[in-house]
Every structure is written in C-alpha cells, then in structure tokens.
C-alpha cells in the first residue's frame, strides 16, 4: 500500500504560477498527475518515472508545466506556469507500474485529489 498527499493547490489568475507537490509513503516505479474537470472525464496531466526520470506530458500542457521528482524523499512535483482558466480541475496524483502513462487504470494508488482554480 503506498499512500499519496497532494499539497499546493489554490487559486491563481490566468497567466499565473502554481506548484503542486505529491509526497508518497513508498517507492513507485512510475508516478503521474490526472486532473478532472466539472462534468468532464479524468485526464492525463504529465507522468514521471522513477528510474530514469523520463516525463510525458498532454499536448495541452506541453511547454507550461513540468514534472518532477526527489526520488530521495518519494515527493513529485508539478509546476506549472502560465496557467489558463481551462486548467482548472481537481488534481490528482496517481503511482504504479503504469505501461500507458496516460491510462488511469494503468495507475494502482491515487491520491485525495486537490483543487485548482484559475481565473480569467
């Protein structure tokens, strides 16, 4: 069982910046952030793996925000910049052994999910 905490989320203006943290009780072999907006599916935010620090990212995120991760204290991070109103969503934090780093059955442990707002 490994267990996840988000931090980090709030609100911003679009344009704005935000950090979301993930702290894990274990080691995962892979690590990824979903978000899900009101009245839409879960999606696929980025993904990290722990052995080689290789990242995905959505199409819809690509150049804003970046994943990362402190293997020595199990924590991943998301930065994101230049935030836009479309980007609010609760945010999840997901861990496993996905092989689709954007499936969400792919991933066997999630966090409680954190909020973020942006505004126009």
């Known amino acids: 069982q490994v267990l996840l905490v988000e931090s980090g989320g709030g609100s911003a203006q679009a344009g704005g910046s935000l950090r979301l943290s993930c702290a894990a009780s274990?080691?995962?072999?892979?690590r990824g952030w979903f978000r899900q907006a009101p009245g839409k599916e879960r999606e696929a935010v980025a993904c990290i793996y722990s052995g080689d620090g290789s990242t995905y990212y959505a199409d819809g995120v690509k150049g804003r925000f970046t994943i990362s991760q402190d293997n020595a204290k199990n924590t991943m991070y998301l930065q994101m910049n230049d935030l836009k109103p479309e980007d609010t969503a609760v945010y999840y934090c997901?861990?496993?052994?996905?092989?689709?780093?954007?499936?969400?059955?792919?991933?066997?442990?999630w966090g409680q999910g954190i909020q973020v707002t942006v505004s126009s």
């Open positions: 274990g080691y995962t072999y892979g």
């Open positions: 997901a861990a496993g052994r996905p092989l689709r780093w954007d499936v969400t059955f792919e991933y066997r442990w």
